[in-house]
């Protein structure tokens, strides 16, 4: 195959220097010597099997160009396509030709002459058009030595189908998800256990062939359910009750739901995965269906036809959707004028109906030297979004093809997550829902919260709903038809008395209100400080989940119901949460002692002196700010330029349009830049506040996404000046630029400064003080917490 003698040399020494040695019954027994193959676990061996299959894969592609092979028709304007393969699966496509198969079958011989691998004729199979006439199918037998088969096929683990895809197909997937599950003790396991393998394990499994095809929703709703069915839990071979349903489960934490993901969202997520590459990448599939389905229109405005690809029918489906979050940031302005969403209002041709729309126009067509060609523009672009087109600025790089950008992620990359929270439907986030959970609170703890404050437990109010008869009270009182969740967590004896016990030394009130508001009275309790602030959250959790136990242990357990076991258990759970927390405190060994220190505990403040320093001589210094009233919202910029005495030379204050607090302070940053350069300094100290521009600009972090337009330009100037600095500076060394930029929204036109006597008020007081280099105090506290003195 051609390769150097010091390659064969190095290959062959590792295979000849390989013995092997055999333990029988725990005794090693002899040395022998290995004639062929490496050692396991070689990463020589992939290496040198990728190699081989690349040398079949190169001598396939080069049967395109003899003359005597006619392969599968395909779209003759698109890429051709003879094989695909991964690892040791290959699919080779191509006509029933006898000439065109024998040179296939002579390529495959060749092959293994050469390598010394063989083809599996057992396993290799071939498969015809349904109406395919016997004389083909006994000639492609006669030549392949190969059996036919019926579709449909699995091709590295997904169904390969032609038409509907019928449940059947997907019956794989199915049974792998019910293989983990029958592997594993669902009564070994607590809620949390399970939990975790549901999140983890179970929708992972389905992930790889979620990315490829998009099963029948039927089929997700079966493996969804058997999700569920674990979850819950069996007894006795029954699958036990569920208490909520998987939708309901399926919330984050703080919108009311344990963290589950429906199926059906997470296979959609994947859809729009493929719309985005389709859209955004050159891949072979993406040019295979670009050059089938969309050879003359760009594939928003296609439809789909009956007899196309189910896949292509699913990216029909969803494109719409999808392409809302599409953004192009136009460099060399190849994208579609029409039809890709570079204006940020959508597809131009939503609002258009010349017949125009429908051509292959591209942005930069628009442009004469560098600018917007108007006369153009007045003749084909729909009126009303000629200011908005005249309005972007563009910063045209030649040769760079415009870049979609995901606008759901900061930084405009796709991740299937963002895409997932753009399709899941969506509920309120309420504190009071994120409280109930926290990493080092047990899963179980939690989970036992949420369902006593959905009424999910199997209690009176639930089970007599079913037809059973009310039971008594467990804990306390022993009296009828008392074993509900209000009397077992709040209004009775038991309860009371272990509450009381915890919110006294905590200095809560308890008074009888509902389960609820109890909890209310904690969690909205002030908190001096982390530590203490765990504590109120924990505290409540551990309650009732220890309150739940006794009931249980009291119910089915056989053992007395007994109040010094339950206040014991939940100071031991705050004390463990405590210890693991916040390890470098030694937590008391009884609750009222713990909840004092809680409360007793400290933050540090951590004061530093800052001030505006004066540049060094031959310097200027920029000081810039920019805010945004509402983050989005009306932006304003303001900044000042001062030379080596800290004089003003000038200082400026500009309302900006809308927009975020970070476009803010690039275009404020920008506007200080222009200015200087502009009035001929060149030794410059841009100094800012804002410790994220800082490192946009020296490219330490990828900015969010609407910001790289306007910060590729503030990089070009900065490559203007002889020497730059770019520094972060604390808010509190900041306070003129900072009272600029506040100055900015009561204004609006741009104001330049030239005279300090023209400055606002409160700016003029802040310079007066900086001229003086006056010490400002900056005031932070420290994170870690400490105990009291
Ligand atoms: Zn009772």
Same mark, same amino acid.
């Given at each position: ?13 590792? &295979? ?57 028709? &395909? ?38 002459? %050469? ?40 091709? @590295?683990?997904? #169904? ?24 594993? *003790?669902? $009564?070994?396991?607590?809620?949390? +256990? ?5 999140? /983890? ?25 058997? &999700? ?13 009750? /569920? ?24 296979s959609t997520s994947f859809q729009y995965k493929q719309w985005w590459i389709f859209r955004s990448k050159h891949t072979l599939w993406g040019e295979f269906l670009k050059a089938k389905y969309c050879q003359r229109s760009n594939p928003i405005s296609k439809k789909w ?8 029918? /699913? ?37 258009? %109906? ?87 609170? #047990? ?44 009397? %077992? ?6 309860? %009371?008395?272990?509450? $009381? ?20 009275q904690w969690w909205s309790a002030k908190a001096n400080n982390e530590a203490h602030r765990l504590l109120l959250q924990a505290t409540p959790i551990f309650i009732c989940w220890n309150l739940w136990k006794n009931r249980c242990a009291s119910r089915y357990g056989g ?28 937590? #008391?060994?009884?609750?009222?002692? @713990? ?36 983050? #989005? ?39 200080? &830049? ?5 009035? +001929? ?22 900015? /969010? ?37 506040? *100055? ?46």
């Amino acid at each position: 195959m051609g390769f150097h003698e010091i390659f064969i040399d190095m290959v062959w020494r590792i &295979m000849a220097n390989n013995w092997y040695s055999i333990i029988v019954n725990g005794k090693r027994h002899g040395f022998f010597h290995s004639t062929r193959g490496l050692k396991q676990g070689d990463p020589l061996s992939p290496a040198l099997f990728i190699l081989g299959a690349e040398v079949l894969s190169r001598s396939l592609n080069r049967l395109h160009s003899n003359p005597d092979y006619h392969g599968f028709v &395909m779209e003759p304007r698109g890429p051709q396509v003879n094989h695909l393969s991964f690892a040791d699966d290959i699919i080779l496509f191509t006509s029933g030709r006898q000439k065109t198969l024998k040179l296939i079958m002579q390529t495959l011989n060749l092959y293994e002459e %050469t390598s010394g691998q063989l083809v599996n004729t057992d396993k290799s199979h071939f498969m015809v058009h349904p109406n395919a006439f016997n004389s083909t199918r006994d000639r492609i037998k006669r030549l392949t030595g190969f059996r036919q088969k019926e579709g449909p096929i699995t091709y @590295l683990g997904c #169904p390969l189908f032609i038409g509907r895809p019928r449940i059947i197909y997907f019956s794989d997937l199915i049974n792998k998800v019910l293989c983990r599950i029958t592997g594993w *003790h669902t $009564k070994m396991l607590s809620y949390g +256990g399970r939990a975790i393998l549901v999140k /983890h394990v179970l929708q992972s499994l389905p992930i790889h062939l979620l990315a490829a095809i998009t099963p029948p929703s039927t089929v997700l709703k079966q493996a969804q359910s058997i &999700m569920a069915d674990f979850f819950w839990g069996w007894r006795n071979e029954k699958k036990k009750y /569920h208490w909520a349903s998987w939708k309901n489960l399926s919330f984050p934490y703080d919108e009311g739901g344990v963290g589950m993901r429906n199926l059906k969202d997470v296979s959609t997520s994947f859809q729009y995965k493929q719309w985005w590459i389709f859209r955004s990448k050159h891949t072979l599939w993406g040019e295979f269906l670009k050059a089938k389905y969309c050879q003359r229109s760009n594939p928003i405005s296609k439809k789909w036809d009956t007899g196309e690809s189910l896949t292509w029918k /699913h990216m029909m489906h969803n494109k719409h959707k999808i392409e809302e979050h599409i953004h192009w940031k136009l460099n060399s302005g190849n994208c579609s004028f029409w039809w890709d969403n570079w204006l940020g209002m959508g597809p131009l041709a939503y609002q258009s %109906t010349g017949s125009n729309r429908f051509n292959q126009i591209t942005v930069a067509d628009f442009w004469l030297e560098g600018r917007w060609n108007l006369n153009m523009l007045l003749q084909q672009a729909p009126n009303s979004q000629l200011a908005n087109i005249l309005a972007t600025e563009l910063h045209i790089q030649q040769g760079i093809p415009d870049q979609a950008v995901w606008k759901p992620n900061s930084d405009g990359t796709f991740s299937c997550s963002s895409a997932w929270n753009v399709i899941r439907e969506k509920r309120n986030k309420t504190k009071f829902n994120s409280l109930i959970w926290h990493n080092n609170i #047990p899963f179980k703890s939690s989970f036992l919260l949420w369902r006593a404050l959905r009424g999910k437990l199997p209690t009176n109010e639930k089970l007599t709903s079913f037809g059973n008869e009310a039971a008594n009270c467990f804990c306390c009182c022993n009296r009828p038809g008392l074993d509900t969740i209000e009397h %077992t967590f709040n209004k009775g004896q038991f309860a %009371t008395n272990v509450w $009381k016990s915890f919110a006294a030394p905590a200095g809560i009130i308890t008074d009888h209100s509902s389960l609820p508001q109890l909890i209310m009275q904690w969690w909205s309790a002030k908190a001096n400080n982390e530590a203490h602030r765990l504590l109120l959250q924990a505290t409540p959790i551990f309650i009732c989940w220890n309150l739940w136990k006794n009931r249980c242990a009291s119910r089915y357990g056989g053992k007395q119901s007994n109040i010094s076991r339950v206040k014991y258990a939940i100071y031991k759970d705050n004390y463990k949460l405590m210890t693991t927390c916040f390890p470098h405190i030694k937590w #008391p060994s009884r609750w009222w002692d @713990l909840i004092q220190l809680g409360e007793k505990c400290t933050q540090d403040i951590k004061v530093t002196v800052v001030k505006w320093i004066k540049p060094p001589n031959g310097w200027v210094k920029i000081n810039t700010d920019g805010s945004a009233l509402g983050n #989005p919202g009306r932006m304003g910029a303001g900044g000042i330029i001062r030379d080596q005495y800290g004089e003003m030379l000038l200082a400026f204050a500009t309302p900006l349009g809308e927009g975020s607090n970070n476009q803010a302070e690039v275009a404020a940053a920008l506007f200080g &830049m222009t200015w200087s350069l502009e009035r +001929g300094y060149r030794n410059i100290i841009l100094e800012v506040d804002s410790q994220l521009l800082v490192d946009w600009i020296e490219n330490k972090t990828i900015p /969010h996404w609407s910001i790289n337009t306007r910060l590729l330009k503030l990089q070009a100037l900065i490559r203007q000046a002889n020497e730059i600095k770019c520094k972060h500076t604390f808010r509190e060394a900041n306070f003129v630029a900072d009272s600029l930029s506040k *100055h900015s929204h009561k204004i609006t036109s741009p104001q330049i400064y030239l005279g300090i006597q023209q400055l606002p008020k409160e700016t003029r007081a802040y310079y007066q003080l900086d001229i003086l280099e006056m010490a400002n105090f900056r005031r932070r506290r420290i994170k870690k917490i400490k105990e009291p003195p």
